[in-house]
């Protein structure tokens, strides 16, 4: 007997909260590692930027995988994946630390179309937004679990320790969901080839479709700025507001706590209100509006309005994604929910590469996180411009996006 739509998403969501937690261990203890490599700790984003090309890479192959191993298989094998990498980090060396960020990308890069596979069967019609969203409110819980745990372990056990710990919970987690998954990959084929072909076929199904096409392209702008929300505000709080690190880490908890509870609203709003598509759109014109609202930040602003407008970016940047994925499996063809995901998440993760390094290459070059959150602000808007042109009432589809 299948199991029910609540405890395929509990599982699928604490899958979600596991990789999320792997994938930010190094970076919330990134002092510590920093100091034992000999390396400042602003290293941090290049790691970053390997564990989303190694997300992007397996996007690319996550709906041939998908179809030969299953939907919950796949995601067991990336937990597996995720707790090798941390273990290869405790090597405490440069290129160890590089292949690590390679590999988590790995193990993280399927976690997502897999999950979507799964879901797009088993979620309510009239509540998928919704199931989506609170899915994936386990990349910002997760963020915020390693903020928490990670640090708390090094301070007890010493950094190669808690990643070790965290490696643990990963596997424990895989071997938890074991026996959910003859139920949950039942339409998965062992025999099935794997081609080079089928290495873009993700890709090459969201390229043939305007919709899937211009969905992609939306999520490669929003999830720039959102890995630029997470990876520099605290870094903006405490160079141009002088705040202190445990200050500056309220308004990172804040933005976070703010994308948890902004998935399962956005979520509602889609289900009940908005199309998916106008929702996407409100959240850009809100992301806008936070931008600008960070880009005037000021020593004399009150403590409070900076920390709301950590809240909005984390309500609007943090919090589409649910909504985006509902949508793009609602619009796969029948079947193939994970292979449109992967080749959309693929767009998705090339913004997670790019964005985080040309906005600090902006901020160098500007002196001003001001300037970088305005740039970003306009891009949003650009982008919510150019989504109105092409998803027309007429059904005509532009090209620009």
Same mark, same amino acid.
């Given at each position: 007997?299948?199991?029910?739509?609540?405890?395929?998403?509990?599982?699928?969501?604490?899958?979600?909260?596991?990789?999320?937690?792997?994938?930010?261990?190094?970076?919330?203890?990134?002092?510590?590692?920093?100091?034992?490599?000999?390396?400042?700790?602003?290293?941090?984003?290049?790691?970053?930027? &390997?564990?989303? *090309?190694?997300?992007?890479?397996? @996007?690319?192959?996550?709906?041939?995988?998908?179809?030969?191993?299953?939907? =919950?298989?796949?995601?067991?094998l990336s937990l597996v994946?995720?707790?090798? @990498?941390?273990?290869?980090?405790?090597?405490?060396?440069?290129?160890?630390?590089?292949?690590? /960020?390679?590999?988590?990308?790995?193990?993280?890069?399927?976690?997502?179309?897999?999950?979507?596979? $799964?879901? /797009?069967?088993?979620?309510?019609?009239?509540?998928?937004?919704?199931?989506?969203?609170?899915?994936?409110?386990?990349?910002?819980?997760?963020?915020?679990?390693?903020?928490?745990?990670?640090?708390?372990?090094?301070?007890?056990?010493?950094?190669?320790?808690?990643?070790g710990a965290v490696a643990?919970?990963? =596997?424990?987690?895989?071997?938890?969901?074991?026996?959910?998954?003859?139920?949950?990959?039942?339409?998965?084929?062992?025999?099935?080839?794997?081609? #080079?072909?089928?290495?873009?076929?993700?890709?090459?199904?969201? *390229?043939?479709?305007?919709?899937?096409?211009?969905?992609?392209?939306?999520?490669?702008?929003?999830?720039?700025?959102?890995?630029?929300?997470?990876?520099?505000? $605290?870094?903006?709080?405490?160079?141009? &507001?002088?705040?202190? %690190?445990? /200050?500056?880490?309220?308004?990172?908890?804040?933005?976070?706590?703010?994308?948890?509870?902004?998935?399962?609203?956005?979520?509602?709003?889609?289900?009940?209100?908005?199309?998916?598509?106008?929702?996407?759109?409100?959240?850009?014109? &809100?992301?806008?509006?936070?931008?600008?609202?960070?880009?005037?930040?000021?020593?004399?602003?009150?403590? %409070?309005?900076?920390?709301?407008?950590?809240?909005?970016?984390?309500?609007?940047?943090?919090? %589409?994604?649910?909504?985006?994925?509902?949508?793009? @499996?609602?619009?796969?063809? /029948?079947?193939?929910?994970?292979?449109?995901?992967?080749?959309?998440?693929?767009?998705?993760?090339?913004?997670?590469?790019?964005?985080?390094?040309?906005?600090?290459?902006?901020?160098?070059?500007?002196?001003?996180?001001?300037?970088?959150?305005?740039?970003?602000?306009?891009?949003?808007?650009?982008?919510? =411009?150019?989504?109105?042109?092409? #998803?027309?009432?007429?059904?005509?589809?532009?090209?620009?996006?």
């Amino acid at each position: 007997m299948p199991p029910g739509p609540a405890v395929t998403l509990t599982a699928t969501t604490s899958i979600q909260v596991m990789a999320a937690l792997a994938a930010l261990s190094v970076p919330a203890i990134a002092p510590a590692v920093a100091a034992a490599t000999g390396q400042p700790a602003s290293m941090v984003g290049t790691y970053i930027s &390997l564990l989303y *090309v190694g997300s992007a890479a397996a @996007a690319l192959v996550s709906g041939s995988l998908v179809a030969s191993f299953g939907a =919950l298989r796949l995601s067991q094998l990336s937990l597996v994946l995720c707790g090798l @990498a941390l273990a290869l980090g405790t090597s405490a060396t440069l290129p160890a630390l590089a292949l690590s /960020a390679l590999v988590l990308g790995l193990g993280y890069g399927p976690i997502t179309p897999a999950s979507s596979q $799964v879901l /797009a069967r088993s979620a309510p019609p009239d509540r998928i937004a919704l199931t989506f969203s609170v899915k994936q409110t386990g990349v910002p819980a997760g963020v915020a679990l390693a903020g928490i745990l990670v640090p708390a372990l090094t301070v007890w056990l010493g950094w190669k320790a808690a990643l070790g710990a965290v490696a643990v919970l990963c =596997l424990a987690c895989a071997g938890a969901v074991q026996p959910l998954r003859a139920a949950l990959d039942h339409d998965h084929d062992p025999d099935a080839p794997f081609t #080079w072909r089928a290495l873009l076929s993700g890709v090459r199904l969201v *390229v043939a479709s305007g919709p899937l096409r211009s969905m992609a392209a939306l999520s490669f702008v929003y999830s720039g700025l959102q890995n630029c929300t997470s990876s520099f505000i $605290v870094a903006d709080l405490v160079e141009a &507001l002088g705040y202190g %690190w445990i /200050a500056a880490g309220v308004g990172l908890t804040v933005a976070n706590l703010g994308g948890v509870a902004g998935r399962i609203g956005w979520g509602i709003v889609s289900d009940r209100w908005l199309a998916a598509r106008r929702t996407l759109q409100a959240l850009g014109v &809100l992301m806008a509006i936070a931008c600008a609202l960070a880009a005037a930040f000021s020593p004399r602003w009150p403590s %409070w309005l900076v920390y709301a407008t950590c809240a909005l970016l984390g309500t609007t940047a943090i919090a %589409w994604n649910g909504v985006f994925l509902s949508d793009v @499996a609602r619009r796969a063809p /029948a079947g193939q929910a994970g292979a449109a995901t992967g080749g959309s998440l693929f767009v998705t993760f090339v913004g997670s590469v790019v964005w985080p390094p040309a906005f600090g290459l902006l901020q160098r070059a500007s002196g001003s996180y001001g300037v970088c959150f305005a740039s970003a602000g306009a891009l949003c808007a650009a982008a919510v =411009l150019l989504a109105g042109i092409a #998803w027309r009432p007429d059904g005509a589809s532009a090209s620009a996006l």
